[in-house]
C-alpha cells in the first residue's frame, strides 16, 4: 500500500492507494495537530510500503511526522516546492516559499489540463494560475470561508454554509447574523475567485480551463460562473506526478482526475469584465 498525506492548516487528509491496482481503498482526515498518533491518527502503518507527504503545517510538525514514519516505512517522499518540475516553472521570486499544496496543485493541473487556474478552498482560498507553456505566474491567497466566518467573532462559527443551499439564496441579504455572515462570505470568496479568473485570462490574452479542490471546493463550485471541474484529489495528484510508484503512474495517470471542461471563450470573458466594470 502507499499512504499518501497531504497535511494543511487544519485538517491532516491521508488516503491508502493500493500499489498493485492503483486503486484508493480508504481514506480519512484528522485535524492537524503537533503530534500524530500511530493507530489513532494515521492507519495502520504494517501494510504501507511508501509515503508520500505534502504538508504546510510547521516544520516540526513535518519532521516529527517524517521521523515517526521512517521507523516503519523504508520509502518516505516529501513534496517540496522547486524552481521547476514537470514542465512548469515555478513563478515565485523565492520558489522553496511556495506553499507545496499549491505547487502540487498547480502541476497537477498542468499534468491534466495544460494551462490552467488551480483553485483550492482550504483554510485559505489559493489560486494560482500556469499558461500552457508551463510558466506559473503565482497567484492569490485570500481567507477560507471558516477563516473569514471566524475572524468576525459573532458566535456563528459553528453554523456552516449549508452545500445544499440554494446558490440563489446565499445572494440574498441575510435577515438573520448567521444568514449575513454565511451569505457575505460566500459572496467574498466565490466574487474574488470569479473576478480574479477574468482578469488574469483578460492580462494574459487566453481562457484557462479552471480546476477546484479543498474541503470548500463543492459549495465554492456552485458560485463560480465559469466552466470548471471539482478534483478533491488535486493535491494528491501532484504527489502521484512527482513520485510516480504504481504502474498506472507511471503511465500518468492521476486518480480521480475529471475530465477537462474546455474553458468558455475569451470574447465572453472579457464582456463579462467589461460589463461588471460598467455597472
Ligand atoms: N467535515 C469538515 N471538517 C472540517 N472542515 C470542513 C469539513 N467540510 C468542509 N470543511 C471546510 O474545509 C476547510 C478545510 O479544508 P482543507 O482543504 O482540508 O483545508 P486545509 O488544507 O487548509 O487543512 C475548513 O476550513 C472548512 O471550511
Ligand atoms: C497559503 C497556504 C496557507 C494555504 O494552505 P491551506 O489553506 O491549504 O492550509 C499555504 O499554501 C502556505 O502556507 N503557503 C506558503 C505561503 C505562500 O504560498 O506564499
Ligand atoms: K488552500
Not at 87 to 94: F, T
Not at 243 to 260: C, D, I, Q, Y
Request: glycine fraction near 10%.
Amino acid at each position: 500500500m502507499i499512504l499518501d498525506l497531504d497535511i494543511g492548516n487544519t485538517l491532516s487528509k491521508w488516503r491508502l492507494k493500493d500499489a498493485e491496482s492503483s486503486e484508493i481503498r480508504s481514506r480519512g482526515a484528522v485535524w492537524t495537530r503537533e503530534e500524530w498518533r500511530p493507530g489513532a491518527d494515521i492507519p495502520n502503518l504494517d501494510v504501507v510500503e511508501a509515503v508520500r507527504i505534502s504538508s504546510v503545517a510547521r516544520a516540526a510538525v513535518l519532521e516529527e511526522t517524517v521521523a515517526l514514519l521512517r521507523r516503519q516505512v523504508r520509502q518516505v517522499y516529501v513534496a517540496r516546492s522547486t524552481v521547476e518540475a514537470l514542465g512548469v516553472v515555478n513563478g515565485y521570486e523565492e520558489p522553496g516559499r511556495l506553499g507545496v499544496d499549491r505547487w502540487m496543485g498547480a502541476l497537477a493541473g498542468y499534468q491534466l489540463a495544460g494551462g490552467c487556474c488551480a483553485v483550492d478552498c482550504g483554510s485559505a482560498i489559493t489560486i494560482d494560475f500556469v499558461l500552457p507553456g508551463g510558466v506559473h505566474l503565482g497567484g492569490f491567497i485570500v481567507p477560507g470561508l471558516r477563516l473569514m466566518k471566524e475572524s468576525l467573532k459573532l458566535g456563528t462559527r459553528n453554523v456552516a454554509i449549508d452545500p445544499e443551499s440554494e446558490t440563489d439564496a446565499l445572494l440574498e441579504p441575510g435577515r438573520r447574523t448567521v444568514d449575513a455572515v454565511n451569505h457575505g462570505i460566500y459572496m467574498a470568496a466565490v466574487s474574488a475567485i470569479n473576478r480574479i479568473y477574468s482578469e488574469v485570462c483578460d492580462q494574459q490574452g487566453i481562457a484557462l480551463p479552471v480546476l477546484l479542490t479543498g474541503g470548500d471546493a463543492r459549495v465554492i463550485s456552485r458560485g463560480v460562473q465559469v466552466p470548471h471541474a471539482v478534483w478533491p484529489d488535486m493535491v494528491y495528484g501532484g504527489l502521484e506526478a512527482s513520485f510516480p510508484l504504481t504502474f498506472a503512474e507511471r503511465a500518468g495517470k492521476m486518480s480521480g482526475a475529471p475530465g477537462v471542461l474546455e474553458p468558455v471563450s475569451l470574447e465572453k470573458i472579457r464582456a463579462s469584465l467589461a460589463f461588471s466594470m460598467l455597472l
